[in-house]
């Protein structure tokens, strides 16, 4: 933590308040961890199922079944295509299920069963609930006795029997309660096949046969990872072998899920004080939609705008809780107060302020400490109304056809955090889509009590006074809804009014952030050093380190001066170097002869000596992986054009 904190403090920007504001930092990211910990939240027939319930309501509810003699209680996992948190997500189900269900849980990956022979593959899968064996019996599992040992089904049942067995206990009359006692005793044990589509499937069928043949002895439960879809099994498993399988389906929760339950929890949230303008949340919503769909790395992205901000900012030390942000203003320095009359948000309240009040504040730093503490209770106060009118106006509008303010929340809070949302055009369309739907059956009562039940929630005043209101139009909705339908006018009233009240909370409430005085404080707008640190450019940045080496190694001898490579940098440097200075086809040998003068110069031989510049095998070799390494980089190609020829890939280099 001291390292992390030098680094922290080194470079930042106004040392005083350094430390305080890497404490605020360290206990916001600590919150934010804790709140973002992966649910492992499956849905079985479209209700969610958590496989940390007890073993009983799991892998007992399969027996209820009546399994066959010889069958396993197989769980599929549907994961999905081209997510990369699969392992994380993994973990997370192996750490819940030996809290819960069993502590002999052991995982595998077609990586890790790379033998060439079949024998060798199924000992390797064996080998994972081996490794149990040995933690219980207190053994070193080092490469040396992994090598040495035997992987069998038989070994594995001997070491799971004398675990699990019990003196045998009760009277004849409690036959069943005993039998059902000692299965609740007898936990299984759990094997993880994270990748099964990557799995070869001999080895696999012949894997599942053997294990059917040891059941009665040793409950096994299987746990496969797919990828693709169901019939994946069906396609690796011949019948014989998948008849052996009682399977149950699960599927996990999508990864746009995932990143809106996040972004509930973290974004909008009025307790985490830490913001995101438009144009940063436009650059992590980007990359996980474009790039890589991975709610980690979505989390690792706001971890990198969290960092930034508070490295960089010296008034972020005010982005905390209330209490602590008002103290944080009285113990101001007078660098940190002239900062804040630099915002511009601060700029423009004191435009809007009288002349007295314009030189009081610019000139008088205790007044302005006074209103500073003010300013920070409406910030807070501001993110208290806003997030429960968010929601509110996200329940009403994304029931409605084609979406005009978006169908996901993160959608309508980016035009929220854009401009004022009231002034948008498709904000004006929903206003009159509700009276043209003509929404008298009950759809416009149902999304009104959503709204009720998200305003109880609050416990700001201005909330409160709001669901007071909500509540008496939502009673006179209903009682009016009631009547025939011939007498619906008062029902077209009272639901305008409704609509008339949900607007001015809209226009109250759901201005841009921008619009209140020391929003800079808590929110981080710096969508360039983002983008630049997680969008990453790899050409650029490999013919920068091949241009400059030093950059890289910060090595004196490999310094130099108007762009030129010097004779010491590493073949691959020297080789790219004098690349740059052909065309589109380069001969070969002619690249080989510049190479080996170079180096020879820099083993400082003598010039006009005749072995100068001479070409040795050592030279040849290194010559040959310089170009091997620009080839597999993508700089140079083979052409057929003249077999003694590369050609040029790339042009414009540094």
């Given amino acids: ?224 990872g797919i990828a693709t879809s169901p019939s994946t099994i069906q396609h690796m498993l011949p019948h014989s072998v998948s008849s052996l399988l009682c399977i149950e389906l699960f599927q996990s929760l999508s990864c746009t899920q995932h990143l809106a339950t996040v972004i509930d929890k973290l974004i909008l949230a009025s307790r985490i004080h830490f913001k995101l303008n438009g144009k940063v949340m436009q650059v992590l919503i980007g990359v996980f939609l474009y790039h890589d769909f991975s709610v980690r790395n979505f989390i690792k992205g706001l971890q990198l705008a969290l960092l930034e901000h508070f490295h960089s900012q010296p008034l972020s030390v005010l982005c905390c809780k209330k209490k602590q942000a008002l103290f944080n203003v009285t113990q101001l320095s007078k660098p940190n107060l002239d900062r804040i009359r630099q915002l511009p948000s601060f700029k423009r309240y004191v435009e809007k302020q009288e002349a007295q009040e314009q030189v009081n504040l610019m000139t008088d730093d205790s007044h302005l400490k006074e209103v500073c503490q003010q300013l920070i209770k409406d910030l807070h106060k501001y993110h208290k109304n806003y997030y429960p009118i968010l929601r509110c106006l996200h329940t009403l509008t994304s029931s409605l056809p084609r979406y005009p303010l978006g169908k996901q929340i993160r959608e309508l809070y980016l ?88 607007d001015n909370l809209v226009k109250s409430h759901l201005s841009p952030p921008e619009s209140q005085p020391l929003y800079e404080v808590c929110y981080y707008s710096s969508s360039a050093t983002v983008r630049r640190h997680l969008n990453a450019t790899p050409r650029t940045s490999i013919q920068a380190a091949l241009s400059n080496p030093y950059y890289y190694l910060q090595n004196d001898s490999l310094k130099s001066e108007d762009g030129t490579v010097s004779n010491t940098a590493p073949d691959i440097c020297i080789a790219y170097k004098l690349h740059l200075e052909c065309g589109r086809l380069i001969n070969l040998y002619d690249w080989l002869e510049a190479y080996s003068t170079v180096v020879s110069a820099a083993e400082g031989n003598d010039q006009d000596s005749e072995n100068f510049g001479k070409v040795d095998e050592v030279k040849h070799a290194r010559f040959i992986r310089a170009v091997s390494a620009l080839e597999f980089l993508g700089f140079i190609k083979s052409t057929k054009q003249k077999t003694d020829h590369v050609a040029r890939l790339t042009w414009g280099g540094c």
């Fill in 415 to 502: 035009i929220c955090l854009a401009k004022n949302v009231w002034e948008n055009e498709d904000y004006q369309s929903v206003l009159m889509c509700f009276p043209s739907r003509m929404l008298a059956k009950g759809e416009m009562v149902s999304l009104l009590q959503k709204c009720v039940e998200i305003l109880q929630l609050s416990k700001s005043k201005k909330m409160k006074n709001a669901l007071v209101q909500l509540e008496e139009l939502l009673t006179l909705l209903e009682m009016n809804e009631s009547r025939r339908a011939k007498r619906l006018s008062p029902f077209e009233n009272l639901r305008n009014e409704a609509l008339e009240f949900i």
């Fill in 1 to 224: 933590m001291g390292e992390i904190r030098d680094y922290f403090v080194q470079g930042c920007e106004d040392a005083e308040s350094s430390e305080i504001r890497f404490r605020l930092c360290q206990e916001l990211w600590d919150e934010i961890k804790t709140d973002t910990e992966v649910r492992t939240d499956v849905q079985q027939e479209g209700q969610k199922v958590d496989f940390s319930v007890p073993r009983r309501k799991y892998v007992l509810k399969v027996k209820l079944i009546k399994l066959r003699k010889h069958e396993i209680p197989t769980a599929a996992l549907m994961l999905g295509v081209n997510v990369p948190d699969h392992d994380m997500t993994f973990q997370s189900l192996s750490d819940m299920l030996k809290q819960s269900v069993s502590p002999h849980v052991a995982s595998v990956q077609a990586k890790e069963c790379g033998g060439k022979g079949f024998r060798d593959q199924s000992e390797i899968i064996l080998c994972s609930p081996h490794r149990l064996c040995f933690k219980w019996y207190n053994v070193e599992t080092s490469p040396r006795v992994h090598r040495s040992m035997h992987c069998s089904l038989g070994i594995l049942c001997d070491w799971y029997t004398a675990r699990t067995k019990k003196s045998p206990t009760g009277t004849p009359g409690k036959k069943r309660s005993s039998q059902v006692r000692d299965e609740q005793q007898q936990p299984p044990v759990v094997i993880i096949f994270k990748d099964l589509e990557a799995f070869n499937p001999r080895v696999l069928q012949d894997f599942i046969l053997i294990c059917s043949q040891y059941i009665d002895r040793l409950p096994l439960t299987f746990i496969f």
